[in-house]
C-alpha cells in the first residue's frame, strides 16, 4: 500500500509540473498576441494619417472599428489583486476564447493569500481546464464558461460554472462521472489533496443545464 501511494504521489507531482508549465506557455502565448498588436500599431497610425490627409473621415472611422474590434479579440484584462491568479486566468480565459468559449470572470483578492502560489496555480488551472474541456462538447454558441472569486469573511471563495449538454451528470460516490483521460483523474486528486491540507470545502453540483464547483479556502 505504501508503495502504491508513493507511486501515485510521483505521478501526481510530475502532472501538477506539468500543469504549471502549461500555464507559464500559454501566458507567454498571450502576450506574444499582444506584442504582435503592439508591433503593428506604428503601421495603424500611418494608415490613419494617410486616411486624414485624404479627408477620409468615413474611412478613419471604419478604420477604428475594425481596430477595436481586433482589441477585444486580445482584450483579457484581468485585475483580482492578486498577480498569479491574474496570470493563470488571462492565459486560460484566452484559450477558451481561442476554443470558441465565451468567458465572464468577476475575481477580486483584496487581501494577500496565506496559500502558496503553486496551490493557487493547480486549484484554478484544473478548474479552468475542466470547465474548458466540458464546453468543447456543446456546439459554439452554447459554450459559456463564468467563473466568480471574493473573499467570503477570512475565506477565499471560489465558484466555476459551464454549461453542459443539458443532462445532469452521473456520480459514482463523490465522483462525477467524465470522458476524460487519466491526467483529468490525477488533477482532481491533486486538486482535492491541496484542499484537504488546507482544510478548504469543496462542492461540485451538476444541475440540468450546468456544472458547478464552488470552494472555500481559509486564509486565517
Not at 508549465?21 to 506584442?35: K, L
Amino acid at each position: 500500500m505504501g508503495l502504491m501511494s508513493k507511486r501515485m504521489d510521483r505521478k501526481i507531482d510530475a502532472y501538477q509540473r506539468e500543469l504549471i508549465e502549461t500555464h507559464y506557455r500559454e501566458v507567454d502565448n498571450m502576450y506574444r498576441q499582444i506584442r504582435g498588436w503592439r508591433h503593428d500599431y506604428r503601421g495603424h497610425i500611418q494608415a490613419m494619417k494617410a486616411l486624414a490627409a485624404a479627408g477620409d473621415l468615413d474611412g478613419i472611422k471604419e478604420y477604428l472599428d475594425k481596430l477595436d474590434t481586433d482589441l477585444n479579440t486580445v482584450d483579457t484584462v484581468i485585475k483580482t489583486g492578486n498577480p498569479m491568479a491574474d496570470a493563470i486566468l488571462k492565459s486560460k480565459i484566452s484559450l477558451a476564447r481561442s476554443r470558441g468559449i465565451a468567458v465572464s470572470a468577476d475575481a477580486h483578492i483584496p487581501v494577500e493569500l496565506k496559500m502558496s502560489e503553486i496551490d493557487l496555480c493547480c486549484i484554478l488551472g484544473n478548474l479552468f481546464d475542466n470547465a474548458i474541456e466540458a464546453s468543447l462538447s456543446l456546439p459554439e454558441s452554447q459554450r459559456q464558461i463564468r467563473v466568480y472569486m471574493d473573499m467570503k469573511g477570512t475565506q477565499l471563495y471560489i465558484a466555476f460554472t459551464n454549461f453542459t449538454a443539458g443532462k445532469k451528470l452521473k456520480k459514482v460516490g463523490k465522483v462525477f462521472l467524465t470522458t476524460k483521460g487519466e491526467g483529468h483523474g490525477f488533477g482532481l486528486v491533486r486538486m482535492d489533496k491541496i484542499l484537504q491540507r488546507l482544510d478548504g470545502y469543496i462542492s461540485r453540483n451538476s444541475e440540468d443545464g450546468a456544472f458547478t464547483t464552488e470552494i472555500l479556502i481559509p486564509q486565517v
